[in-house]
């Protein structure tokens, strides 16, 4: 379809989205919030252990598990501590900006008869230049014909609610940008996994990344640059420190102040013990072959964008926002760097991004129709945004402590209705819907879930309802990755090269979820994943997709409340995490 539609078809499309929105209830929680009570119940660790969790100390049917998890949140073995998740640390409410910029004094006009996209990113820059606010754009049907551009920290592209504001995107990345090809080789297309047509990204970042694109060299696309070369050493740890712990000791703390915003980088030794330790140290991690696993080794140094709360120069200690996510062993180098200047507290809000339709693109050959990117973003939030016939929806790619907040998918079917990939870290995604594709998948095409890879760690998805999809990781060894509450109708399949490693890392948890359909696979885990909780979810089987463990020996998985995800408590792992600090 070209950039020329009629006014008719476009104000049809958009009542019919802003009713779907309605039935699907924009503006109210999706599915049933956390007992609160039986989150903050006192407990012991330990009990004896029934089938469905009750019987047990601190409270009817509280979960052992959680028991332990209380008496050491921050180093239990299996569950990880994901307590301050999301837009800063966990926040359940986002800033009011004030209005700075109305869209259509800019130009863009609500009836679908022009493109809008020059109009709306000169308002987004005019908010921008102003130090932040909100650019407004009111209720209708805005045209855009290229990519939305949000690169500007404290400013909020907001509609009048995604039932009432529609962006009806007519062109792909691929147009518009041009080819991306994979930089591990092959004849992938990267637009099945990288940018949105709403794009927010720092504005230097985003054009570095797509100056390189049209030049055909294929960037890395995180924290540090396009060849992983731009930052330098702020200081190096002088001691050891362990996972859990919030208050580090340096060489030299000349260089931080309160507040900055870091690196920790964990640098891999020759025999791959870093990458050992994020798969907990189990036994057989120990005979895993790393060397051929290229794909994840490049991934590596890790690196985990940090907040400084607090310096004490005198014994050069250094405490951080949150507590560290691996040990930092001085095999591995630690260190704090510099990074990419992220964008921070800028917001999408109240927005449905209607994308043309067309039919799926054959597996790994996307064009590029995609929907929301946040990429060297932190502290930064969706909300009340639906994404409706994307090749991909929502896209975490090098995301830090960001909010996704009731999303939806919709339409003709997605590749990766969510993607969280390239050391992504701490974001949560809540209130979210994946509802079932309005048209048949086409030959060819592959459907994956809520996808998280690339060693990206304390992510949360929570309170979700998939129609269809599955609890996808792309290889790449995530690590203490959380999914609670959830309802899935289990029907997709997993992805990831053979070249990206093991299909998990430590400390997954699963927690609360009922699978509609009894399919077992990448739901339980506690058979493939090391050191993960499997807790509270339905009586599954094997059929489909069937994987067997990357490692040998002992995994040491825990589950329990196999088959009652009903007798659960707490109901949400993540709300109840929050509810202790």
Known sequence: MGTEIGRRQLLGGAMGLAAGATLLGAGAPLLTATDAAAAAAPGMPGGTRTPGGTGTPGGPGTSALWREFRAQPYTHPQIPYVGRAGYLGGRTSFPRLPVVADVRAFGARPDGSADAAPAINRAIAAAGRRGGGTVLVPPGTYRVDDVIRLGYDNVVLRGAGSGRTTLHATRNLTELIGPYGSRYGGNKSSWSW????????????????????????????????????????????????????????????????????????????????????????????????????????????????????????????????????????????????????????????????????????????????????????????????????????????????????????????????????????????????????????????????????????YNVWSRGRMEMGTFDTHRGMPFANVRTEITVDNTGSHGGDASAGPLYGARFAHWNVTVTNQRAGCVKIDDIAPYSATVGISEVRQFGQIDVPDFTGPLHSRIESYGHPEAVHPRNLYEAQRALR
């Open 194 to 457: 990288a940018g949105g047509l709403i794009w927010v990204c720092p504005d230097a970042r985003r054009r570095s990344l797509t100056d390189a694109i049209r030049a055909q060299a294929w960037p890395f696309e995180g924290w540090t640059g396009n060849r992983r070369d731009e930052w330098h050493t702020l200081t190096d740890f002088a001691a050891p420190a362990r996972r859990g712990d919030w208050t580090v000791t340096v060489g030299d703390p000349s260089a931080l102040r309160r507040g900055d915003r870091v690196l920790l980088q964990l640098t891999d030794d020759d025999g791959h013990s870093l990458l050992a330790h994020m798969a907990g140290d189990v036994e057989g991690a120990a005979d895993y072959v790393w060397t051929d696993k290229t794909k994840l080794t490049s991934y590596v140094p890790y690196e985990w964008p940090c907040r400084v709360v607090a310096v004490d120069r005198r014994r050069r200690r250094v405490t951080l926002d949150r507590p560290l996510p691996l040990d930092a062993r001085p095999v591995w180098k630690p260190r704090f760097t510099t990074l990419v200047r992220p964008v921070t507290g800028s917001g999408v809000e109240g927005i449905t991004l209607d994308v043309v339709e067309t039919p799926q693109a054959q597996h790994l050959l996307d064009k590029g129709y995609n929907g929301v990117a946040l990429q060297c973003a932190w502290d930064c939030w969706v909300d009340d945004v639906t994404v409706n016939n994307v090749d991909n929806g929502f896209l975490l790619v090098a995301a830090k402590a960001c909010t996704l907040r009731r999303t939806r998918v919709t339409g003709r079917g997605s590749h990766h209705p969510y993607c969280c990939r390239e050391g992504s870290h701490d974001n949560l995604v809540e209130d979210f819907v994946l509802v079932q594709r309005t048209v048949p998948a086409p030959a060819g095409t592959q459907l994956h879930g809520i996808n998280v890879e690339g060693l990206s760690s």
